[in-house]
């Protein structure tokens, strides 16, 4: 099995073979370039391509094989059902105690079904100062993959104290009292949250979301080790069936017959603007020879802040955007992202690119300011809007992942309907800010025809409802942001 290279001495750090997952050998391909160019976009494509000659000369064949997961396959740390998984059980009874909060509980999913891949646990100290310091982990071949947000498990000094001299540990949900997973050939570390929330979001300003959820009030040591989660992670919260892994997404694409799989993330409702990007992706896709591009439209479902409209409202959007026809199932794969979001713009949305990997996407569709948030303090973006998608073209380790920037959409007026911003005719076009959308859901008012279609807006509306019963007060009305 492959391992991160062994570091200098001056890290005093070697990470053990078990980490990584083996690396298989890769079919050398011709790589082609495709170029989508017009007056507001201009981007390169570089794709696994078949070249083949005719009597007209060169031309290309899109290979129809899924992108490969980082480490060459895929983790999978669950232990599997039978014997052993009654044994484990048994065995976890027996040793220490780490009571996992919510957000740890997420991290467990992410790392069992294999979107770190090939990361095989939470990090060790050196895994965690590459991931900081330069955005990737490298391989024992020299090779490098992608992994931009530390994902850690903090401790504190008494539960460091009563850890003593095992080496493994029992994970236990705190909110339930159920034993999740046992953590072996541990290692603890100083946790510098200073350095850590520095390093992921670029400030240590006061008011960060997840630095606020999950960070501020942690222990001051860090436990890593090898997982293994004791059965899959389950919510019981009737979206379990969208919370399909990495394995199983791969498997669908197969069964679709995709060629390509381009994936779009968010946190928020789908407007009709969201839509068009997809589509006319899937459209420029079909231009340049894929026979059957597949969208993967993968909404992020562990922490989120708490103003973003909650998964199961959005869920319930995402199914009438695709009922009422503004997307067409038969070329789209909803599923659950079960990732907490940090807010931590260009150097987040390698994470999100990354884990997309893992799960057969071979293009990603990437906008304005990905990941991104106001600034807690002043009245900015906390990141510059472009840097995510300038960062992603750059990024180590995301070389054989195709980015797709978005071409900027908004409202036209004179058409009535979401379409790309012409500057050509900029005063016809009206840009409506994802807070001017949820004021006017919250006050029961309806956007122009065409922005969202009236089932997924009904859904956006009755959620503000359920927050702020008629009853209370039926004559507020917030003012709607110009």
Known sequence: MASLAKFPNYTNQTLDSRRISHLHSRTKAFHGQISFRNSNLSFNLSSNLNSKRSSRGMRMVVSASLIEPDGGKLVDLVVPVGPTRELKRRQAERLPRVELERID????????EGWASPLRGFMREAEFLQTLHFNSLRLD???VVNMSVPIVLAIDDATK???GDSTKVALVDRRTNKIVAILSDIEIYKHNKEERIARTWGTTAPGLPYVEEAIKSSGNWLIGGDLEVIEPIKYNDGLDNYRLSPAQLREEFEKRGADAVFAFQLRNPVHNG??????????RLLEKGYKNPILLLHPLGGFTKADDVPLSWRMKQHQKVLEDGVLNPDSTVVSIFPSPMHYAGPTEVQWHAKARINAGANFYIVGRDPAGMSHPIEKR??????HGKKVLSMAPGLEKLNILPFRVAAYDTKKKKMDFFDPSRKDDFLFISGTKMRTLAKNRESPPDGFMCPGGWKVLVDYYDSLTPPETNP????????
């Open 141 to 143: 071949d020299g090779s």
């Open 105 to 112: 509980v997420e991290w467990v999913h992410v790392l069992s």
């Open 475 to 482: 004559k507020f009305r917030e003012a709607v942001p110009a």
């Open 381 to 386: 973006d906390l990141y510059d809007a472009d």
């Open 274 to 283: 969201h839509a068009l990007l997809m589509t006319d992706t899937r459209r």
């Open 161 to 163: 104290q009563s850890i």
